[in-house]
Each structure stands twice: as C-alpha cells, then as structure tokens.
C-alpha cells in the first residue's frame, strides 16, 4: 500500500514539473478546433415535415378500425422506405432542379415514425437553409403519388410544412471545443509519461535503488 502512494507521488510530481507541456497542447487544440467550428466547417440546418398516412373508414361507418390503424402503423416503415428510394428523390431532383446526386440528396434525409401511431417525420440537413426547407416540402408531393402507386395507400397528408430554419444544428461550437480540450489534455499527459519512460537517467536515490539494486551510501547536497 505504501509502495502505490510513492508512486501515485511520483506520477503527480512528474505533472507537476511539466505540467505546462499539458497547457500548451490544450492551448493549440482548442484554437485549432476554434478555427474550424468557427470559420472552416459551414453550418448545416435542418428542415422538417410531418406526414400521416390516411387510413380507410369502414364502409357504413364513420369510425377506423384498430385491426386498420395497426395495419397502417406498420405500413408507416414500408413508406419510409419509400421516401428513400431512389425514384422519389430523383424526381424531387428534377423538380427542384438540384446540382446533386441521389446518394448525396439520400444522405441529408432521415425518416422515422412516431411511434405507436401514424405519422411519418422527415428530416432534411443542408448548409442552405432555404435548400433543406425546399426539400422537405417537395419529398411529400412526389412520395403522395409513389405510395398510392406502389403500396396502394390511401394518401398521405401533410400535417407540419417544413419552414425555413434560422438556427443551424451543426457544427456544435461548445461540444467541438470542449472535446478539443480534454483531447489536449489526454495528449499532453500521454507525451509527459512518454518522455518520462524515454528518460533513462537516474535523478534521484529512488532511482538507483530500483534501477542498479545498490545500497545508498550518501546523497550530494544541491548546494554546499
């Protein structure tokens, strides 16, 4: 026990003494990640929708079955399906007249359901807010004839239009560099140890009774 407090002492003294090694490189990570976050890395907005999936009433009646709801909340994952597919993307590339490709279109939307009911929700991350806004509201005019096609639905209503977001969601300026900090710290304290084991001189009496197994005879006072 007595052993692993020395050498918990020894680590702390070794920090202690260059510890501003850990400075310097926390210093540089957070400016370099404050260079970024702020002036290279260009914010993405996200625009979303919400649509539901029109379920048939029973013919005399003016009520929805459960048996028909269940039906159509697991159908709700099939037309998410169907949002991503690529000939509804393509013609939401054509009519919006997009400079991209449909991987690139594919990779800025996510769709999800909500769960234990209807509704679909489409999101849309793009660097131009009016662009992300534009696309989330066109991908219900195109997907509305697809799945009536394809899957026979009943139609597909729009509850929430997309509206141009102000705020981007990306990059997370506070979370980029305060990660930038920890990583400078776990950096600094990694060299510190590094070098520390590089070192093969022997500084103190401890050292030469654990390195060579000699008995000290005396120790050199610094000053006479």
Known sequence: MEEEVIDLREYFSIIKKKWYIIAILCVICVAISSVYSFFI???VYQAETTLIVKTEKVEGTNTVSSDQIKTTQQLAVTYGEIIKSRKVLEDVIKNLNLEESYGSLSSKISVSTVTDTQIIKVSVKDTDNDNAAKIANEIPTVFTEEAIRIADANGVEVIDKAQVPTNPVAPNKKMNILI???????????SIFLMEFLNNKMRTPQDIDRTLGLPLLGVIPEEL
């Open 41 to 43: 890395a260009k914010p």
């Open 180 to 190: 930038a900090g920890v990583l400078g710290i776990m950096v600094g304290l990694f």
